[in-house]
């Protein structure tokens, strides 16, 4: 899979993820992926292997919000193996707030699949949101 197939893959998952259809983007995922979320929030760390990202990252963000996050891609940028997404997101909380939080995710992928994925994100509007 070259550069250019794999923004596209990005861009269609986060489309998709739009409508409330998570598969296009998750199923970018390998297995075995790294998933690292910078600062000191409660979801900040590593995560090894999608049943650790479901379990301990998206589900209980997924108890958080109501609904799900619409994310708006502004940039890609590809580079041999990698593929850097800067973009910006807007969902409602169930406790009746907003998580309207900006991003940058660098994906390192490995054939068709995502093996590793650094996100750099505010944290301040994470913390604002979900608490510590």
Wanted: glycine content about 12%.
């Amino acid at each position: 899979m070259n550069a250019e197939q794999r923004k596209q893959k990005i861009r269609d998952g986060f489309a998709a993820l739009a409508a409330g259809d998570a598969e296009p983007l998750m199923g970018n995922f390998d297995d075995n992926v790294q998933w690292t979320i910078i600062g000191n929030t409660k979801f900040s760390g590593t995560y090894d292997g999608m049943q650790d990202v479901l379990a301990r990252l998206l589900g209980p963000l997924g108890e958080l919000l109501d609904g799900h996050l619409h994310i708006t891609v502004e940039n890609l940028i590809a580079d041999g193996d990698y593929v850097v997404c800067q973009g910006h997101g807007e969902s409602r909380t169930k406790a009746g707030g907003t998580y309207n939080n900006v991003y940058c995710w660098v994906y390192r992928w490995s054939g068709d699949k995502i093996v590793a994925l650094t996100e750099y994100l505010d944290t301040e509007v994470l913390t604002a949101s979900f608490g510590r």
